[in-house]
């Protein structure tokens, strides 16, 4: 049998490892080729990647919300926002061929496909941002972000939840605590506790919140750094999956400003109809940024990001230090994302997104009466959180559950993963394309493993 231990242990997150993944040590069960695979991997690639899973997911191809193995197995996708409008779809696949097949360069030269994007795209924000800046990745985006603030302020204390992950550049990583305690943070950075609205009166969060980034910014006013920016992803992901009370953010946003610093809202997770109600995660709040990051879900897969941002905010940026990414906004990337953009719009992905998601939220709320481990269930749109815990009364998160779960409904061909400083939160993220069908497909697929796990209702 191969050998595996090229990899690193990677089960759990606290030093660097990761939520959901596979451990090599545990490997006795795969197959010959599977193992072989994995060996060929961690010899080419090094020990830095990760797979998902304790059994890892061969996949070959896909198209809507399935993915296909070299066998033909089926899996239903129940994770991936990357791939937002459906894995391979066809308007996108168009765009980008003919595109490729065009032209594909830079920013540098005049030309419609970047104007017309931007065009497209700046109506849907609050009418305080005029401008929008292209990356190839949401790390891009953040790190350009907070340069950005940086300089407009002239500060540089960063603030973020607990568990927050925000990028993978040097900068981004250094104010990403998800990424565990191996990666430093920033001694510019400055933590505030994650929204739990399940264990505290949800009712006081927001001024509870603004409290707490009142206190960080106080330290960092005191050591001489002042507050540049505080940065969320309005749907909390990597801190567990919070979408109540949606008037949480409004209180921080005015004591950052307060202090001089920017408001940055991370919708690289949250944005594009992820949550069904409102186009970006922020607009839930009812607030208005002062910067709008975005990566992910923009393409469609092919890798593009980007920076929306308030003109105040930008010019002197954009004056004395300038701009420029080779691959950034080229023709291809906005090919790309144009026809994401308009299949979301055209499909009606935010109605479909808010439609579903209801129906999947309401069906694991069901649960609840037959099993006491769900300790919560929350989100929005297709974006929900399912808390397991020892029982509900104590409120125990149980983190072995959670990820029992996981790799139970990957045997089962069904796909998702766990978030939290615990990893004890079931996290659903669907492609926007998931319908009825699929949702009662994950529904009865969850249900069973819970009973197949943990030995029937309560």
């Known amino acids: 049998m191969a050998e595996v231990k090229h990899m690193s242990n990677t089960v759990g997150k606290r030093r660097g490892k990761m939520v959901n993944g596979f451990d090599p040590s545990k490997?006795?069960?795969?197959?010959?080729?599977?193992?072989?695979?994995?060996?060929?991997?961690?010899k080419a690639l090094g020990p830095a990647y990760r797979l998902f899973y304790s059994n890892p997911v061969e996949v070959k191809s896909a198209r809507g919300v399935l993915l296909y193995d070299s066998r033909g197995d089926e899996y239903l996708d129940a994770y991936n926002n990357v791939v937002s409008v459906g894995h391979?779809?066809?308007?996108?696949?168009?765009?980008?061929?003919?595109?490729?097949?065009?032209l594909c360069t830079h920013t540098r030269y005049l030309q419609n496909g970047i104007v017309e994007y931007a065009e497209s795209l700046l109506p849907t924000f609050t009418d305080n941002i005029k401008h929008v800046m292209f990356t190839c990745t949401g790390s891009e985006a953040n790190d350009l972000a907070m340069r950005i603030a940086q300089y407009h302020t002239g500060k540089s204390g960063i603030i973020v939840t607990s568990e927050a992950y925000h990028g993978n550049s040097h900068l981004t990583a250094g104010f990403s605590p998800s990424l565990g305690e191996n990666s430093p943070l920033g001694t510019w950075v400055?933590?505030?506790?994650?929204?739990?609205?399940?264990?505290?009166?949800?009712?006081?969060?927001?001024?509870?919140?603004a409290g707490e980034v009142a206190r960080q910014i106080e330290d960092l006013e005191r050591r001489g750094q002042g507050v540049a920016a505080f940065i969320a992803d309005s749907l909390f992901s990597s801190d567990g999956i919070y979408s109540e009370p949606t008037n949480l953010l409004g209180p921080v946003a005015e004591v950052v400003r307060k202090a001089g610093g920017l408001f940055v809202a991370d919708e690289v997770q949250s944005g594009f109809a992820r949550s069904?109600?409102?186009?970006?995660?922020y607009a839930r709040h009812g607030i208005r940024p002062d910067i709008i990051t975005m990566g992910k879900p923009m393409g469609n897969g092919y890798p593009v990001a980007g920076v929306a941002v308030a003109p105040d905010v930008i010019e002197s940026f954009g004056n004395d230090q300038r701009y420029f990414n080779t691959f950034g906004g080229n023709s291809v990337a906005m090919a790309a994302a144009q026809a994401t953009f308009e299949v979301i719009r055209d499909e009606c992905l935010q109605q479909n997104s808010e439609r579903v998601g209801f129906i999947i939220k309401q069906g694991l709320t069901d649960l609840m009466d037959k099993f006491d481990f769900i300790g919560d269930v929350r989100g929005s749109g297709l974006y929900i959180g399912v808390e397991l815990v020892e029982e509900r009364a104590q409120k125990t998160p149980s983190s072995s559950r959670a990820l029992q779960v996981v790799n139970a409904l990957r045997e089962r061909r069904v796909l998702?993963?766990?978030?939290?400083?615990?990893?004890?939160?079931?996290?659903?993220?669907?492609?926007?394309?998931?319908?009825?069908a699929h949702a009662d497909r994950l529904l009865t697929e969850i249900e069973a493993v819970f009973r197949t796990c943990f030995g029937g209702s309560k």
């Open 27 to 42: 490997a006795e069960n795969l197959t010959e080729e599977s193992m072989r695979m994995i060996d060929r991997r961690a």
């Open 88 to 102: 391979s779809h066809p308007r996108v696949v168009e765009a980008i061929t003919r595109q490729l097949g065009t």
């Open 276 to 281: 069904g109600t409102h186009f970006w995660g």
């Open 190 to 209: 400055r933590r505030v506790p994650a929204p739990d609205s399940y264990r505290r009166d949800p009712a006081d969060l927001g001024l509870w919140l």
């Open 416 to 436: 998702i993963s766990a978030t939290g400083f615990h990893s004890n939160t079931l996290k659903i993220r669907p492609p926007l394309v998931f319908a009825e």
